[in-house]
């Protein structure tokens, strides 16, 4: 079951270039399938995060402070 609502919102996230649907995601494989896979999980969003923002498709102002910002964002709440 996780794994096919993570697929799901993996795939809206896609069409749509919507970053904030990958927190759906990493909240169910941390619900369903424990904190070690939650882990990857957040990993593989911050991974996929990333690449909608450098992509060109992802139009908006001042991009690459968004994803500086975005980085910064994940480092220290990592370091947290």
Do not use: Q
């Not at 993570?6 to 749509?16: E, F, I, Q, Y």
């Not at 498709?57 to 910002?69: D, H, I, M, S």
Request: hydrophobic letters at 60%; one cysteine or more; a neutral charge.
């Amino acid at each position: 079951m996780a794994a096919a609502i993570s697929v799901g919102c993996v795939l809206v996230t896609l069409s749509t270039h919507e970053r904030s649907d990958l927190l759906v995601v990493v909240a169910i494989v941390c619900v369903c399938m424990g904190w070690k896979a939650g882990l990857g999980a957040v990993a593989a969003a911050s991974l996929l995060s990333a690449a909608i923002l450098l992509s060109p498709e992802y139009v908006t102002e001042n991009g690459l402070a968004r994803f500086a910002a975005f980085v910064s964002g994940r480092l220290h709440f990592g370091w947290w």
